[in-house]
Structure formats: C-alpha cells, structure tokens
Nanobody, 117 residues
Framework: QVQLVESGGGLVQPGGSLRLSCAAS????????MGWYRQAPGTQRELVAI???????NYADSVKGRFTISRDNAGNTVYLQMNSLKPDDTAVYYCKLYFPRSGVEYWGKGTLVSVSS
C-alpha cells in the first residue's frame, strides 16, 4: 500500500506563488502517472496537472502557463509550482498516483490552498 503525503499548501495573496510537494512512501518502478487534482467547496474534483513516468505532462487549460508539474529523479516525489495565483485557484489540492496497466490508484489526503487578499 503506497501512501502519498502532500505539503506546501497555505494562504497566499493573489499574484503570489506556492510550491506543493507530494512524496510517495516507497520508490516506484512501474510505469505510472502522478498528478494533482483540486476540489473547491461545492464543486467536483478536477484535474490540474499530470506527469507520466516518461516525463510527459498535461495541464488543465485554466492553469496552463501558470503552473508547472515536475518530479524528482527517483520518481517518487512530484511537485506543483503555482505562480500568478488567483482566488479561483482556492481549493484542496490532492495528489494521485495511478498505474495504468493495473488500474490501481492511490490518493493523498490533500492540502489546502487559499488565495485571498
């Protein structure tokens, strides 16, 4: 059972930056996808960005050009650099690890990002 632990959330003013981290409890060797999702109050959880173990990335249109997803060389930590934050970015951000070949997925417990003046 892989555990994912997110960190880096907090309160930031509009236009500010935050960097989220998600660390897996063990090294991951299989082909996988790690990603960030978010859920604002009263809304459904939505994709923010994903990164494949090969390095391919994909972003939601709403964050393109502002957010950057990356992962460390060991492959078990994923980051989300968030710049030019807007109040609409306020949400709980969740990390997900997905193994496409088996369909197995793991979720972190989430970290709150609040963008407000």
């Amino acid at each position: 059972q892989v555990q994912l632990v997110e960190s880096g959330g907090g309160l930031v003013q509009p236009g500010g930056s935050l960097r989220l981290s998600c660390a897996a409890s063990e090294r991951i060797f299989l082909f996988n996808v790690m990603g960030w999702y978010r859920q604002a109050p009263g809304t459904q959880r939505e994709l923010v960005a994903i990164i494949v173990s090969s390095g391919t990335t994909n972003y939601a249109d709403s964050v393109k050009g502002r957010f950057t997803i990356s992962r460390d060389n060991a492959g078990n930590t994923v980051y989300l650099q968030m710049n030019s934050l807007k109040p609409d970015d306020t949400a709980v951000y969740y990390c997900k690890l997905y193994f496409p070949r088996s369909g197995v997925e793991y979720w972190g417990k989430g970290t709150l990002v609040s963008v407000s003046s």
